[in-house]
């Protein structure tokens, strides 16, 4: 079964960046949506990527401040945040699947990683 490495959360200042990995095993390349879950809420779909193709934005938040991307090479996508908030504190995870179409439904993806806190705050 197809798993998900992330890494790179931790807290960080209003304002600052962080890069999110999210790691694959294998070889193949997957459609890779990022969500979040925060406090208290629901899980939001935020960006999915596909092996080719412009990638694809769900939430009007983050528009203009994160940026997914892909580096095949490494088997890996990526989370650009940037210009942070307080209300980005969240658990964000990588979805993937093996359909070449993004989605922003959380049921449409079958593997999962574990997730990697961001804390934004002075």
């Known amino acids: 079964q197809l798993q998900l490495t992330e890494s790179g959360g931790g807290l960080v200042q209003p304002g600052g960046s962080l890069r999110l990995s999210c790691a694959a095993s294998?070889?193949?390349?997957?459609?890779t949506a990022w969500f979040r879950r925060a406090p208290g809420k629901g899980r939001e779909a935020l960006l999915c990527?596909?092996?080719?193709?412009?990638?694809?934005y769900y939430s009007d938040s983050v528009r203009g401040r994160f940026t997914i991307s892909r580096d095949n090479a490494k088997n890996t996508v990526y989370l650009q945040m940037n210009r942070l908030m307080p209300e980005d504190t969240a658990i964000y995870y990588c979805a993937s699947r093996r359909f070449n179409v993004c989605s922003s439904g959380a049921n449409a993806y079958a593997y999962w990683g574990q997730g990697t806190q961001v804390t934004v705050s002075s």
């Open positions: 990527i596909m092996n080719g193709g412009a990638p694809a």
């Open positions: 294998g070889k193949d390349y997957y459609t």
